[in-house]
C-alpha cells in the first residue's frame, strides 16, 4: 500500500494564480482532511470529508475549495492564490472519525505564494 | 476553546540521554489523545494512543503517560538515538464523534545532538 500520496511536492504560485492540490489514498479509507501547518503553529483544518460527495469545512476554508467525486481522491483547489497561503499542505485519512481514529498523512506539499 | 499546550517549544540532548516532552490540555469532553512524530519534511505518524482509562504506555524506547484529572500527557524518550530528531506533536480528541473533533499541540521540536 502506497498509503496517502499528495502532489506536487513543491509549487511556486504567482498572487492570482490558482492550482489544485492532489491526494489519493488506498487504504479505503472514507474520511479525508486537509491541513495547513505553518511554522511555529499547530495543523489547522481546511476542509474535511466523510464519504465520496460530502464535504464540510474545518477551521481556515476561505480561499480554498474541496471535491470529494470518489472514495480515494479529495483534490484541494486554491483560487486567486495570496501569500497568505504560503504553507506546507498535508492531506490525511483515516478509517472513521471515531474515539480512536489514527490519522495517516501525506509527506506534504510545500506551496510558496510570491 | 480547546486547547493543546506543548512544552518545551525545542529541546536539544545528547544521543544516548533521555528526555520527556509535556503536554496540557483543555479539551472537553475528552476522549483520547496520540503523540505524531513528525520527521523534517515528512508527515506525522502516530506514536501511541492513549484513552482516560490509561496510566502509561510503551512503544519501545518511547513511554506515554497520561493523568485525566490534570490533563496532562507526557512523552518520555529512553536512550535517545540520531533518528529520534523531529518534531513531535500532541493531539487531542473530544468525544463530539466529529471528524473536526482535533486539537493540535505546536509541537516539540527535538534534536539529538552526537
Known amino acids: 500500500n502506497a498509503g496517502v500520496t499528495q502532489t506536487p511536492k513543491f509549487r511556486i504560485l504567482k498572487i492570482g494564480q490558482s492550482m489544485t492540490l492532489q491526494c489519493t489514498q488506498d487504504?479505503?479509507?472514507?474520511?479525508m482532511y486537509w491541513y495547513r501547518q505553518d511554522p511555529g503553529m499547530g495543523l489547522k483544518l481546511i476542509y474535511y470529508?466523510?464519504?465520496?460527495?460530502?464535504?464540510d469545512k474545518g477551521e481556515v476554508p476561505n480561499g480554498y475549495n474541496v471535491s470529494r467525486s470518489t472514495t480515494e481522491d479529495f483534490p484541494l483547489r486554491l483560487e486567486l492564490a495570496a501569500p497568505s497561503q504560503t504553507s506546507v499542505y498535508f492531506c490525511?485519512?483515516?478509517?472513521?472519525?471515531?474515539?480512536?481514529?489514527?490519522?495517516?498523512f501525506g509527506e506534504g506539499s510545500r506551496l510558496t505564494v510570491l | 476553546k480547546n486547547q493543546v499546550e506543548q512544552s518545551p517549544q525545542s529541546l536539544i540532548i545528547l544521543e544516548g540521554k533521555n528526555c520527556t516532552l509535556q503536554?496540557?490540555?483543555?479539551?472537553?469532553?475528552?476522549?483520547?489523545l496520540r503523540w505524531y512524530k513528525q520527521d523534517t519534511g515528512r508527515g506525522p505518524v502516530s506514536l501511541t494512543i492513549?484513552?482516560?482509562?490509561?496510566n502509561t504506555k510503551s512503544n519501545g524506547r518511547y513511554t506515554a503517560t497520561l493523568d485525566a484529572d490534570t490533563k496532562q500527557s507526557s512523552l518520555h524518550i529512553t536512550a535517545s538515538q540520531l533518528s529520534d530528531s523531529a518534531s513531535y506533536i500532541c493531539?487531542?480528541?473530544?468525544?463530539?464523534?466529529?471528524?473536526?473533533?482535533?486539537?493540535f499541540g505546536k509541537g516539540t521540536h527535538l534534536i539529538i545532538q552526537p
Open positions: 470529508s466523510v464519504g465520496a460527495g460530502i464535504t
Open positions: 492513549m484513552t482516560f482509562s490509561e
Open positions: 503536554c496540557n490540555y483543555t479539551v472537553s469532553p475528552f476522549s483520547n
Open positions: 487504504m479505503n479509507h472514507n474520511y
Open positions: 493531539v487531542v480528541r473530544d468525544s463530539g464523534g466529529g471528524a473536526d473533533g482535533l486539537t
Open positions: 490525511a485519512s483515516s478509517r472513521t472519525s471515531g474515539n480512536t481514529g489514527e490519522l495517516f
